[in-house]
């Protein structure tokens, strides 16, 4: 398969290694200082093109690759909000284009995923007990809650009825400072986010009672998890058309 890489920061370059000793070909790397490369024939010649950048730059991303038709495989996030009708849009049978988009990658975070959905369907019953969140990441990541936080956040509320929203809990910050409060509204879902040091990714789910605590948790040991999901997902890509997800690939 032909893949073209957009961002070639740490991901963008472990990616690149997974997928070549997966036997695919890197026919374009587009980075801050190319972009004029989204108009060259390597890139057009992609099947997939896998996308790692940043919310501001994401969205154009899309539009440069589509106007070529190339699929695009996604984990940057913090753009759905402004855009998501016209990237729904443009991926219907209408529009014609194709992405895959998860906000984690990594195989375990899909497995972590299915937990979450299934023991918020059992809490659901259990009011006694309530729930908030935490995620831990590395002291560069600009975005809190981090997507994959959310997109938990947001399979608990489908499935749990007392909770109607997530907010910001507890900001613990790079610099060490403290911002906000876990003590929030009954229907509201608390996500505390850490900022330290060089930590991948840790997300953990509470459901807190008077009698006891359940948690779950995942702890990604490095990005290399979230490396190898990207390039299973443009594997996928290559054969699947619209707007695509993990529980797309995985049929938890």
Request: charged share 25%.
């Amino acid at each position: 398969m032909k893949i073209a890489l957009i961002g070639y920061g740490k991901m963008g370059r472990m990616i690149e290694q997974i997928a070549k000793d997966r036997g695919h070909e890197i026919v374009c790397v587009i980075d801050v200082d190319n972009q004029q490369d989204f108009d060259s024939e390597a890139f057009k010649s992609a099947d997939v093109a896998i996308e790692f950048t940043n919310p501001t730059a994401a969205y154009g991303n899309y539009l440069k690759a589509f106007r070529h038709n190339v699929k695009v495989v996604s984990g940057s996030t913090g753009w759905m909000k402004e855009h998501g009708d016209d990237v729904r849009r443009m991926c219907s049978a209408e529009g014609g284009q194709t992405l895959f988009w998860a906000s984690n990658f990594s195989v375990g975070v899909a497995i972590f995923s299915a937990v979450n959905r299934y023991l918020a369907k059992i809490m659901n019953g259990f009011p006694q007990y309530d729930v908030r969140m935490e995620e831990t990441h590395h002291i560069h990541k600009l975005d809190a809650p981090s997507g994959t936080a959310i997109t938990l956040a947001e399979e608990i509320i489908s499935d749990v009825d007392r909770k109607k929203e997530w907010v910001k809990g507890v900001q613990r910050l790079a610099d060490g400072s403290v911002e906000g409060s876990n003590d929030v509204a009954a229907d509201q879902l608390a996500i505390e986010s850490i900022r330290r040091d060089e930590v991948p990714g840790i997300h953990s789910v509470v459901y807190d009672s008077d009698a006891d605590c359940i948690t779950i948790t995942h702890d990604a040991h490095s990005r290399k998890g979230f490396a190898m999901g990207a390039v299973l997902a443009a594997e996928y890509t290559k054969d699947h058309s619209g707007l695509l997800t993990i529980s797309d690939m995985f049929k938890f």
